[in-house]
């Protein structure tokens, strides 16, 4: 069993910053990546950062230069820092990985950006 526990959203000014947390547990040997999703209201889901199991990155256009990924390996934990934030930012973010060929989701945490 898997068990993805997200932290750290919350209610937060435009400008302001905020730092999720994703820890994973459970059997997960041999997780490859790990991403931050992300769904606002009346979008769809889209795909924020991914932090591969080479260490690279890769982040959306929409929040490259505000967001940063990083992974504790030694944990399975995936952290999304997110700067600068705008009101658009507004969205329930999933933590998700990929192991053994299946991927897992968190809950969702809520972070909401006030203008």
């Known amino acids: 069993q898997v068990q993805l526990v997200e932290s750290g959203g919350g209610l937060v000014q435009a400008g302001g910053s905020l730092r999720l947390s994703c820890a994973a547990s459970?059997?997960?040997?041999?997780?490859?990546?790990m991403s931050w999703y992300r769904r606002g209201p009346g979008k769809q889901r889209e795909l924020v950062a991914t932090?591969?199991?080479?260490?690279?990155?890769t982040y959306a256009d929409s929040v490259k230069g505000r967001f940063t990924i990083s992974r504790d390996f030694a944990k399975n934990t995936v952290y999304l820092q997110m700067n600068s934030l705008k009101p658009e930012d507004t969205a329930v973010y999933y933590c998700?990985?990929?192991?053994?060929?299946?991927?897992?989701w968190g809950q969702g945490t809520q972070v909401t950006v006030s203008s």
């Open positions: 998700n990985i990929g192991l053994r060929g299946f991927y897992y």
């Open positions: 459970g059997s997960i040997f041999g997780i490859r990546d």
């Open positions: 932090s591969s199991s080479d260490g690279s990155t």
